[in-house]
């Protein structure tokens, strides 16, 4: 079964540190990208899209490797607004089926 | 100005019973879906509708269908409700093609009984 996987966390930071999550996928013909936050008991949203080049938007950036199949989404200066829930989506050339991943779960603390 | 909708939001019902629960966007895209999360938060996708047709139906039991009756709203019923469909339902909306952004309502909470 084509799948993406993410490590469930959780990740107990304190404000103002820098963190990284994984997120790996099996389906090589995926093609696009996204990293959507999920705050408890509220719908996913769009944090951002992974370009193959890579792209930044304000403390989040995000990176794409192709050859290992694999995303990552970086945090920096980490605010307890940060707390949440991450998830890794692909999707697939031509397709309108959007795979996600488990999330990964970050908690911020004072 | 809500852009994706779900009624109920909670929903609390035996087991055997039928229970719809509605989706309405006004966004204007052309495709939607419903997802199940379950209680270890894994979002699954249930169904996909382009332009009032059916692209994706998962491995999904029968006793679940949508219904399009236009492209701004994708219906769920289910017929005989069981306890393990107990989860969160989220509908969600998308203009299609690669790259696109799914929108998504605020989820209905189903407990079966």
């Known amino acids: 079964r084509k799948e993406v996987e993410q490590d469930p966390g959780p990740f107990n930071v304190p404000e103002g540190a820098t963190v990284a999550f994984n997120c790996t996928y099996s389906?090589?013909?995926?093609?696009?990208f996204f990293w959507y936050r999920q705050d408890c008991r509220k719908e996913p949203k769009l944090l951002m899209s992974v370009y193959s080049s890579g792209n930044e938007d304000g403390r989040f950036t995000a990176q794409l490797n192709r050859a290992s199949q694999y995303i990552s989404l970086l945090i920096r200066d980490s605010k307890l607004s940060d707390s949440a829930t991450y998830l890794c989506?692909?999707?697939?050339?031509?397709?309108?089926?959007?795979?996600f991943g488990r999330g990964t779960s970050l908690i911020v603390h004072p | 100005d809500t852009a994706v909708s779900q009624t109920p939001k909670y929903l609390v019902t035996q087991m055997g019973n039928d229970k719809s629960i509605k989706c309405e966007q006004n966004l204007g895209h052309d495709t939607m879906y419903w997802y199940k999360q379950d209680s270890k938060k894994f979002l699954k996708i249930m169904f996909s509708y382009n332009n009032k047709e059916l692209i994706i139906n998962e491995t999904v039991p029968n006793r679940f269908s949508p219904k399009s009756p236009d492209k701004a709203h994708l219906n769920l019923h289910i017929n005989s409700l069981e306890l393990g469909d107990s989860a969160v339902y989220f509908c969600a909306s998308s203009q299609g093609g690669e790259g696109a952004t799914q929108y998504f309502g605020p989820g209905t909470r189903l407990l079966v009984l």
């Open positions: 389906n090589s013909a995926s093609q696009s």
């Open positions: 989506v692909s999707l697939s050339g031509g397709s309108y089926i959007p795979t």
